[in-house]
């Protein structure tokens, strides 16, 4: 759990994860709400089977809204995997851009990603 301590804390979990579910009452994505000074960054993930199955512009906007929600006057954002086209387009669909790409640390070393920003459709 150290390495998972904020996760594993329950009021930053209620604070800034949620779930989506689909129509059986199943985890269909989930969302991180990272605030930043300014900033709402989201990490997400929709179920692997869902992506090319034309669900994945609602869960964004859905995720959007309840970002703008949350926080008004943030910008929005998110870091994709540069070679994650797929992830990319869906981004850009409802109004992401790439506004930066860098490398930064994870688990398996330097990984190069996209900073993308939501501008709105």
């Not at 759990?1 to 129509?23: H, K, N």
């Not at 009452?25 to 960054?41: A, D, L, M």
């Not at 109004?95 to 709105?120: N, P, Q």
């Amino acid at each position: 759990m150290r390495d998972e301590a904020e996760f594993a804390d329950p009021a930053i979990r209620q604070l800034q994860y949620a779930v989506t579910l689909d129509e059986d009452g199943q985890v269909s994505g989930y969302v991180q709400y990272f605030p930043i000074t300014g900033v709402t960054r989201l990490g997400l993930g929709l179920r692997p089977d869902l992506c090319d199955q034309g669900h994945s512009h609602a869960f964004l906007t859905a995720i959007i809204n309840e970002a703008r929600h949350r926080n008004p006057d943030h910008e929005i954002d998110l870091e994709v995997l540069t070679w994650n086209k797929r992830a990319i387009q869906a981004y850009e669909k409802v109004g992401f851009v790439i506004t930066d790409t860098y490398e930064r640390g994870s688990r398996a070393g330097l990984i190069e990603v996209h900073c993308m920003v939501w501008i709105g459709k």
